[in-house]
């Protein structure tokens, strides 16, 4: 069965460094998203991303976030200095064809700790 | 997109079905009623998805009522695999984001 793969499982780093995280969606699929997951808290929702473009962002996403479709395959999602409040998990997550109430595929996520 | 309202913790012994009930008044017509689930942090699944009327999957069914107020996921014969937080989710669907809730902790009890 088809799958989101999520590179790396999990990462460290220091505050105030950028760190880029890894998805790589389903291959037909044409929508992506970042969910994140502070722990205890619930999943919410970063950004989601069609046709090369954002096509919807939350109040998090802020100018620290940005993300990419680099090649036909990658996605990712780049923090550029980084606080202590963004260690959470992080989900990337396709979905498919626009138009259809299809579900969407999630990834097994990056634990970011920033310490 | 419509908030939703779950219990937030059920038990349900191995084998049997599990009932997990979601309210979610304020669903508008074109809103579906979406359910996954999270295993102990792990990425979230797709359960099921319906608009009005019942579904039936691999995994589960889903029971909506008549005005679609409410709706209730089934899991027709509950393992120990399946202890996990349910997540019921209104959202119209069309590739739009999720706004996820806390959920329901289900355990599956030996």
């Known amino acids: 069965e088809p799958e989101v793969t999520q590179t790396p499982s999990h990462q460290v780093t220091q505050m105030g460094q950028e760190v880029i995280l890894r998805c790589v969606p389903i291959s037909n699929h044409l929508y992506f998203y970042w969910y994140r997951q502070i722990l205890g808290q619930k999943v919410e929702f970063l950004v989601s991303f069609y046709n090369n473009e954002i096509s919807e962002k939350s109040e998090i996403f802020d100018d620290q976030f940005s993300v990419e479709r680099p090649d036909g395959s990658n996605f990712t999602l780049k923090i550029r200095s980084t606080k202590l409040e963004d260690s959470a998990m992080y989900f990337c997550a396709s979905s498919d064809t626009p138009g259809r109430n299809t579900e969407a595929f999630f990834g097994q996520g990056t634990r970011l700790t920033v310490v | 997109d419509a908030k939703t309202t779950q219990p937030p913790s059920m038990d349900c012994a191995e084998g049997r079905a599990a009932n997990l009930p979601c309210n979610h008044s304020?669903?508008?017509?074109?809103?579906?009623v979406y359910w996954y689930r999270q295993i102990h942090s792990q990425g979230p699944q797709y359960i099921i998805h319906?608009?009005?009327?019942?579904e039936t999957n691999e995994m589960a069914s889903l029971i909506i009522t008549e005005d679609r107020k409410s709706s209730t996921l089934i899991l027709p014969h509950a393992t120990l695999r399946d202890t996990a937080v349910y997540y019921c989710?209104?959202?119209?669907?069309?590739?739009?984001?999720?706004?996820w809730g806390l959920g329901t902790s289900l355990a599956v009890n030996p």
């Open positions: 989710i209104v959202n119209a669907g069309n590739n739009r984001k999720l706004i």
């Open positions: 304020t669903i508008s017509g074109n809103e579906y």
């Open positions: 319906g608009l009005k009327n019942n």
